[in-house]
């Protein structure tokens, strides 16, 4: 399973990004995917995740109401569309999937990562 980020960028703070992670689509019609970002000197943290169980997506709370998630099965691509970016967004974008179809806000069950994609948002 390969999966490869995209879109990172430097945008100022109240501005917006849209990262793409490209898969498969039978690894997207199969497996949940998720967002995963880190930041310089910190821990990496979930960000949001898309998958095919109830609930189908889920986010931080630092993130609700300003990230949204998406996919294009037929594409094959899961999206993060991100507005209203804080200076404290600023981090690693990385795109994960698991073997199974459900979401997961703990990194240690994807089992697959992509590279990630750097954001910097200025203040």
């Known amino acids: 399973v390969q999966l490869q980020a995209s879109g990172g960028g430097s945008v100022p703070a109240g501005g917006s990004l849209r990262l793409s992670c490209a898969t498969s689509?039978?690894?997207?019609?199969?497996?949940?995917v998720g967002w995963f970002r880190q930041a310089p000197g910190k821990e990496r943290e979930f960000v949001a995740a898309?998958?095919?169980?109830?609930?189908?997506?889920a986010y931080a709370d630092s993130v609700k109401g300003r990230f949204a998630i998406s996919r294009d099965v037929a594409r094959g691509t899961v999206f993060l569309q991100m507005n209203s970016l804080k200076p404290e967004d600023t981090a690693v974008y990385y795109c994960?999937?698991?073997?199974?179809?459900?979401?997961?806000?703990?990194?240690?069950?994807?089992?697959?990562w992509g590279q990630g994609t750097k954001v910097t948002v200025s203040s």
């Open positions: 994960a999937g698991r073997r199974t179809s459900s979401i997961s806000i703990d990194a240690r069950t994807y089992h697959y």
């Open positions: 898309i998958g095919w169980g109830t609930p189908s997506t």
């Open positions: 689509r039978r690894t997207l019609s199969n497996n949940g």
